[in-house]
């Protein structure tokens, strides 16, 4: 079987498993498998693909086919230029996120002995990408996940950011030590309402570990903790920059005014959506 008639076949079987973008997908397959870029697939089309070749091919089809989600099954994924490894162990990073970092830089530049808390770490993508980009900054990274933490740190290792960040296996501030304060608490908090993940893509339903997308009844548990809890954890001047659901940002807004909070700004996502918001003490 040659490379255009294996990528011709993955096109025909992701498409009628409902697969969103086969043709994406079956590039990324074929090129990761024969090592080259997705836009030299063409230059390569006549080569033959041994039978080895073809049996990993089959079964990472057979995998997408269940929906599992592409960079599981590649292993990896790009976040802020970085390569993270991903797997059923935590949410794979989503690029939206991407944005969230940006803030936590900008915070970050000017004050770069910051000491940080990312709530929720997951992959570990918000706490690397910071200390790659911010190398004075010291980053407490906290999850309740144990399998997600070991991931995160797997992570760190690889991308040589382990000597700027601490893991904790914890639930919320419990991360902190009593009267431990923090310059900036970032968080990707899970956000869906409980009865809608039921309705998400395969990939996320079956895929994301679901601690790390519900958000309680209403999808707003972990933001009410961050705004009553994460208040008495900032020095002065911190701040609280966390990622919101679409649609959730006045909601989000009343939360943290609720919670006498002096500043709350909402931004936008690379795509131009509401999904972060900036909160200050105001002290
Ligand atoms: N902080 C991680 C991320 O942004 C995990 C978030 C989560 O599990 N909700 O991808």
Redesign the pocket.
């Known amino acids: 079987m040659t490379v255009d008639e294996a990528l011709r076949e993955a096109v025909r079987r992701l498409s009628e498993s409902g697969v969103e973008s086969p043709n994406v997908d079956a590039e990324w397959l074929i090129s990761e498998l024969i090592s080259c870029a997705r836009s030299e697939i063409a230059i390569n089309e006549k080569r033959e693909l041994s039978q080895e070749e073809q049996c990993l091919l089959s079964d990472q089809l057979v995998r997408r086919e269940r929906r599992e989600p592409l960079q599981s099954i590649l292993g990896t994924t790009s976040f802020f230029g970085f390569d993270f490894c991903v797997g059923p162990e ?5 690029p939206e ?1 991407e944005s969230l970092v940006e803030h936590a830089i900008q915070f970050v530049k000017p004050h770069p002995s910051s000491m940080v808390l ?1 709530l ?7 706490a690397i990408a910071l200390a790659k980009f911010c190398p004075g900054t010291k980053i407490l990274a906290s ?1 309740l996940h144990g399998p ?1 933490l070991k991931l995160a740190k797997q992570n760190a290792m690889r991308l040589n950011a382990l000597s700027q960040i601490a893991f904790c296996q914890a639930d919320g501030m419990a991360a902190l030590a009593k009267n431990e304060s923090v310059d900036l608490i970032v ?4 956000y869906i309402p409980t009865s809608e993940i039921r309705t998400l893509q395969p990939e996320v339903r079956k895929h994301d ?1 679901p ?3 519900d958000g309680g009844a209403d999808g707003l548990y972990f933001y009410r903790q961050l705004a009553i809890e994460g208040f008495p954890r900032l020095k002065k001047k911190g701040q609280l920059i966390a ?1 919101f659901g679409d649609g959730q940002a006045t909601a989000v807004t009343e939360v943290f005014r609720q919670a006498a909070w002096a500043n709350v700004e909402i931004k936008n996502d690379l795509g131009g959506r509401k999904r972060i918001v900036i909160a200050s003490t105001g002290f």
Do not use: F
Request: proline content about 16%; overall charge negative; glycine content about 12%.
């Open positions: 935590a949410l794979i990073p989503r996120t990312d929720g770490t997951g992959s570990g993508c918000i999850d997600a968080s990707n908090p899970p570990p601690i790390a997308l990622e």
